[in-house]
């Protein structure tokens, strides 16, 4: 199994199915933790040094940290619902207390932070929709923690890829310090499918192909891109959902295109 792919285990104690950390990920900034909860089920972490981005992918559940609570936050049941998602930021040298209403599905996206902003709910209203490529290539895109909400280095985005199209596509990468044509942002990709016994492929390289593997996905794969370009095909008869967590020296999410394939943005 390639490096770079992680898949699911049976939830712990805590419920947790997927942990990367900047240690088992051998990069710098980007943490990111999925978790299982049962109905009453209660998860409780110190922030320490890392920023936090609380996710509810699906399910319902109440959110309080040290000085802020909210009850009875989400709405959607699925992510193929299509609905945005509630989520909370929470800073640094505080800490977090999930209390799943439902069965709950929570993304824990995390990424080192000084503390310059504080707790705070991201409502659906909050987030920002888009419809981004056409025919095969169209997908939806919500962004939970970009640029409608501020944060020290993470950006949190979703993206809905309908089955046999294409996503993260042209293939772009953002792998250097070179603002302002490219900065370097670590990236997870949390994939679900629906129906889930379905796949779909993504491949990371590299331009000297020092970096080649292309993988197929199935539902809760995490794939890891610490370089290098990442498109992702969803198989025909399978939708696609993916959370994607990015963080990096500087939060500026600049990307440069294959040039090997940026002619299809050409294409009328």
Not at 148 to 169: I, K
Request: a negative charge.
């Amino acid at each position: 199994m390639s490096k770079l792919l992680s898949r699911p285990s049976t939830p712990d104690e805590q419920g947790c199915i997927q942990r990367i950390t900047p240690a088992s990920a051998g990069w710098d900034y980007v943490g990111f933790e999925v978790y299982q909860l049962q109905p009453g089920q209660v998860l409780e972490q110190a922030t320490g040094d890392q920023e936090v981005c609380l996710v509810l992918v699906s399910g319902l559940a109440d959110v309080a940290t040290e000085k802020e609570s909210w009850s009875g936050l989400g709405e959607r049941m699925s992510v193929f619902e299509q609905k945005a998602p509630y989520s909370v930021y929470v800073p640094p040298s505080d800490r977090f207390r999930v209390t799943a209403s439902t069965a709950l599905e929570l993304a824990v996206c995390k990424a080192p932070a000084k503390g310059e902003f504080g707790a705070r709910l991201i409502t659906p209203a909050d987030t920002r929709y888009e419809i981004r490529g056409e025919g095969t290539n169209q997908r939806h895109v919500c962004n939970i923690l970009f640029g409608n909400m501020a944060a020290e280095h993470l950006l949190v985005c979703e993206v809905f890829t309908p089955g046999g199209n294409w996503s993260s596509y042209p293939p772009h990468k953002h792998d250097r310090d070179a603002a302002p044509a490219e900065t370097r942002l670590e990236e997870t990709y949390y994939h679900r499918i629906n129906p889930s016994q379905g796949f779909a492929f993504q491949r990371v390289y590299t331009d000297d192909r020092s970096l080649d593997e292309t993988m197929a996905v199935e539902d809760r794969n995490v794939v890891m891109v610490p370089e290098g370009y990442h498109p992702v095909g969803a198989a025909h008869g399978y939708d696609l959902y993916y959370l994607n967590v990015m963080a990096g020296p500087e939060r500026t999410w600049i990307f440069h295109n294959d040039p090997d394939h940026e002619w299809l943005l050409q294409k009328s």
